[in-house]
């Protein structure tokens, strides 16, 4: 099993540029979540998904959207891309939500985005 | 919350000693509880949780103290060893609402 899996690992965008960085997993997980990681921060959740088809707002969602179309694939976009926006983003998956039901999150490797 | 701005938290041991790594949770509400370690270029990894009706929970080399009285929360590495070396976060879930802090950054030295 890969678990979870991020393209591009690394990336560099020009201010107003758009993209898509796609999320894999390989354990049949109903949930699905993007976060975002910035220097002395801690993990913010931007967008998460409960199952294929359904996406919902998380704590930072503003500049990005989400499509969970496929069960194993969780895609966050950048419209229009802004300095602001740079940082590590880290998709994650789990079994159900994690709760106190001990739903262990499972993250992907990250992605460095840097938008000049 | 664990630390502010850029600069993590450092914790220096030596190859062997235990680590005691602190977290300062914000939510009295929050009944349930992990320990994600992190290292360079990775990303998070499951160390080891804990429920809100609990004050301690071992693993494997590892335990986490839960003190709900003042909010706070330890995870214990028994033995450190180089690999252990990374940043240590802890989260707090209320309401499927999890908040992660920022980390200690773990050093160990041979």
């Known amino acids: 099993n890969a678990g979870v899996t991020q393209t591009p690992k690394f990336r560099v965008l020009k201010t107003g540029q758009s993209m898509t960085l796609l999320c894999a997993q390989d354990?049949?997980?109903?949930?699905m979540y993007w976060y975002r990681q910035d220097p002395g921060m801690g993990l913010r959740l931007i967008h998460y998904s409960v199952g294929e088809g359904t996406t919902a707002k998380g704590e930072v969602p503003d500049g990005y959207n989400v499509s969970r179309l496929k069960k194993q694939n969780f895609l966050l976009g950048l419209e229009s891309a802004a300095p602001s926006q740079t940082s590590v983003y880290f998709c994650?998956?789990?079994?159900?939500?994690?709760?106190?039901?001990?739903?262990?999150?499972?993250f992907g490797p990250g992605t460095r985005l840097t938008v000049l | 919350g664990e630390s502010v701005g850029l600069h993590l938290p450092t914790l220096s041991v030596q190859e062997g000693d235990n680590s005691i790594i602190n977290c300062a949770y914000s939510n009295s509400a929050s009944d349930y509880f992990i320990w994600y370690k992190q290292e360079s270029g990775k990303g998070p990894q499951f160390i080891i949780d804990i429920r809100s009706n609990m004050d301690k929970r071992q693993g494997q080399r590892v335990t986490v103290l839960l003190n709900k009285t003042v909010k706070h929360l330890s995870l214990q590495i028994a033995a450190t060893q180089p690999g252990d070396s990374a940043v240590y976060f802890c989260?707090?879930?209320?309401?499927?609402?999890?908040?992660f802090g920022a980390g200690t950054r773990l050093t160990v030295k041979p």
């Open positions: 994650a998956s789990s079994r159900g939500f994690g709760g106190p039901t001990g739903n262990e999150q499972f």
């Open positions: 354990m049949n997980h109903e949930y």
């Open positions: 989260a707090e879930n209320m309401d499927n609402d999890m908040r």
